[in-house]
């Protein structure tokens, strides 16, 4: 590692450190938006670690949340909490590797298709298993507090993060990123990239799970309908791009704006959300194509051509 | 004529002058806020049950001078927030009105699910929950893990089994045969009521005849009819939704499914469902019912229909105002907006609500509600309850026409 790896960790675990502390001084109405901006900071990284390289866009997410949350509401009366998150962790690992395994062969708008289909077809599996058992939805009724469900989302995020920075270090990262340039040069190379791409997944897989397994004290009651809400899924694509793909900070660029957006809005004009937010979008994609990394990077590119000038 | 002009501008100067003295002796503002869908899943629902009744009272409220307070009159101020019918937006609008609108108190959202979601919040920031549409069994452990959290529209259960109860009267009056269909959506309450029901039709030694469930979103419902109509059965269950308890009552005249007992649940007490169907919908069964023939009722759907634009449903729409109503009360015989009082006075005291008289149990839980209704010549009429006085003899439902 280089001077500069070392200097950029240090410069992000104090980061983490700062955000962690903000229940200490921030108020009730901004700890409720920093559990959203923490719990999308969580799924849009995980996802862009995947989808950023390779350019397959998944709309997985809200199978595995849904999943993470169902596994709380069936566990949280028989087995400790902590262990809880792990099971989910471990499960939507396992699940996204079958998924990978069997569709990552596809590409392109398959690979779409398939991925907004899997939250349906989970959720009618539990709908299915609830018919069954004769039993509605899940209660859970713990002590766990907003601030204890931040603190384990910022975790998270930083385990995401230093997964994503080591995995961007790695032979896996490479491979990628020449998967991502050229999928036939890759495997004239000597990649297998059905294996790369499978490995790869199962980290978005896994965070969403654990995201949902996280949520799910804070709503009470799991039901399919909230579990596996397709929106999710597209929240999370729309804020990564937002904030941009290519680097590991892009995602939270576009995390925090749009979720303050989304509220400011929510707030002021609650009857024209979805009005606003259409016209908001696509002010977006045409002022900001390449996400605000795209901006960063263009600037950049400019102030270095300066100066060599 | 120009000192006339002159001495009326001074009587309107004065005139105005005494109303601006008026409105500033009338110092308070009571704010509520309410969070529920406009849009999403449930905003069907909650434009035909929730929002009108809030509104209609604010309303009422506000034009006869608005609540007494120790401090003197104040009128209401209502800030509503739309959440989407996603649980995540309800917890940030509750907060948002807790912190930034700093409102006096929150009304409680629309939907069991919802309902849920923000109890926690609710719970933190010190707000009494008054819920209404919000149907469940687990009430001894949410009051006990929210205290302040009240429940108005009665539980999962009692739907169920009254329902097999006042079938079971009508058999054993030799009114219907033994043979029963059920069906239902397979999500949320649907499911758990049709548990219910199983047991309670086996109780009551009646022979299910077809036991079928169909997926929440489902369009076309002939498949379902046609199975239950097949199976020859005496009576006819379906716990549904507002969109498939529409389309299984249009499947059931178009296959001319006849049966003496007929019963959908959530949307048959809209007023729509009569609009759509008609005569045809003359003594259909469905959950809730009103005692229509009470005045109090009837004044309430009469000033529903002419400030709103639209009548109410017979069933949570009296409740979520009559919710208001005992808010209402609440704060004036404290004198204050003091929340914790509030939250005292619920489950101390007993209300005077256009659903008549309302109080909680130990467990917060109102335990007189209307639980199966009918229609009857355009009036879905309560037939039976729990607690509650009025219910009309039942009907048979004799064909579609």
Redesign the interface.
């Known amino acids: 590692m280089s001077a500069t790896d070392y200097r950029n960790l240090a410069i992000s675990a104090g980061l983490v450190g700062l955000v962690a502390l903000m229940p200490f001084y921030a108020s009730g109405y901004v700890m409720t938006l920093a559990v959203t901006v923490a719990m999308f900071t969580v799924l849009a990284t995980s996802w862009a670690l995947f989808s950023g390289p390779t350019h397959y866009i998944s709309l997985a997410t809200a199978a595995f949340y849904g999943l993470g949350a169902y596994i709380t509401g069936l566990g949280i009366d028989h087995l400790p909490y902590w262990t809880l998150p792990l099971i989910a962790g471990v499960a939507g690992a396992i699940v996204a590797a079958l998924v990978g395994v069997a569709t990552l062969r596809l590409s392109g708008v398959y690979f779409v298709i398939f991925t907004l289909g899997l939250a349906e077809l989970i959720r009618q599996l539990v709908t299915f298993a609830q018919v069954q058992a004769g039993r509605q939805g899940f209660y859970v009724l713990t002590s766990i507090s907003e601030t204890m469900i931040y603190w384990q989302l910022v975790a998270l995020a930083a385990v995401v993060w230093l997964v994503g920075w080591l995995i961007w270090r790695s032979r896996l990262g490479f491979a990628l990123r020449i998967i991502g340039n050229d999928e036939t040069v890759a495997r004239h190379s000597g990649i297998n990239t059905a294996q790369a791409k499978v490995l790869l997944f199962m980290v978005p897989g896994a965070a969403a799970a654990i995201v949902g397994a996280i949520m799910a004290p804070r709503y009470v009651y799991i039901e399919p309908s909230m579990a596996f809400g397709p929106i999710l899924s597209f929240q999370v694509v729309i804020m990564a791009l937002l904030g941009g793909t290519r680097r590991l900070w892009g995602p939270i660029a576009g995390v925090i704006p749009f979720t303050l957006l989304w509220e400011v809005i929510s707030g002021n004009m609650p009857n024209q959300t979805y009005l606003l937010l259409g016209v908001a979008f696509l002010l977006i994609v045409y002022v900001l194509p390449g996400g605000f990394v795209g901006l960063y990077e263009k600037a950049l590119h400019r102030w270095r051509e300066g100066r060599a000038a | 004529m120009k000192r006339r002009t002159a001495l009326k501008l001074t009587t309107l100067a004065a005139a105005l002058s005494v109303a601006g003295l008026g409105a500033a002796q009338a110092q308070d503002v009571i704010r509520i806020g309410a969070a529920a869908p406009?849009?999403g899943?449930l905003a069907g629902g909650a434009e035909v049950t929730h929002w009108p009744a809030i509104r209609l009272w604010v309303e009422q409220t506000n034009a006869a001078g608005g609540l007494q307070l120790d401090s003197g009159p104040a009128t209401i101020e209502l800030i509503?927030?739309?959440d989407?019918t996603?649980?995540?937006?309800t917890?940030?609008?509750v907060?948002?009105l807790?912190?930034?609108d700093q409102v006096d108190l929150i009304l409680s959202p629309y939907g069991?699910?919802l309902n849920?979601?923000a109890?926690?919040?609710f719970d933190?920031?010190g707000y009494p929950q008054l819920s209404v549409t919000n149907i469940t069994d687990?009430m001894p452990?949410?009051s006990q893990?929210f205290p302040n959290m009240f429940f108005t529209l009665g539980t999962?259960s009692a739907f169920a089994e009254d329902t097999v109860r006042l079938l079971a009267e009508m058999r054993d009056a030799g009114q219907v045969g033994n043979r029963v269909a059920m069906v239902n959506v397979?999500?949320?309450?649907g499911?758990?009521l049709?548990?219910v029901a199983?047991g309670v039709l086996a109780e009551e030694g009646f022979e299910l005849v077809y036991d079928s469930?169909y997926?929440?979103g489902t369009q076309d419902l002939s498949t379902v009819v046609d199975g239950a109509r097949n199976s020859n059965p005496d009576a006819f269950i379906a716990w549904s939704y507002p969109p498939d308890s529409f389309a299984i009552t249009e499947q059931a005249m178009i296959q001319d499914f006849d049966v003496p007992f007929y019963y959908t649940a959530v949307g048959t007490p809209f007023p729509a469902y009569w609009g759509r169907f008609g005569e045809a919908a003359n003594n259909i069964l469905g959950p809730g019912g009103v005692n229509a023939d009470d005045p109090r009722f009837q004044e309430f759907a009469a000033a529903h229909q002419e400030l709103m634009g639209q009548g109410p449903d017979y069933w949570a729409s009296a409740t979520t105002y009559a919710s208001m109503e005992i808010l209402g009360q609440a704060i004036e015989d404290i004198g204050s907006v003091d929340r914790d009082a509030i939250a005292q006075h619920l489950r101390e005291n007993t209300y005077d609500t256009v659903l008549g008289p309302i109080s909680f149990n130990e467990n917060n839980n109102n335990e007189a509600f209307w639980t199966v209704g009918q229609w009857q010549d355009g009036v879905f009429r309560g037939v039976a309850s729990r607690g509650r006085e009025g219910a009309v003899e039942v009907r048979l439902k004799e064909g579609w026409d």
Do not use: C, V
Request: aromatic letters at 4%; a neutral charge.
């Open positions: 406009k849009t899943g509503e927030y739309d989407q996603n649980p995540q937006q917890i940030q609008a907060t948002r807790a912190t930034q069991t699910g849920l979601a109890a926690p919040i933190r920031l687990q452990q949410l893990q999962t397979a999500d949320a309450f499911i758990e049709a548990t199983r469930s997926p929440l």
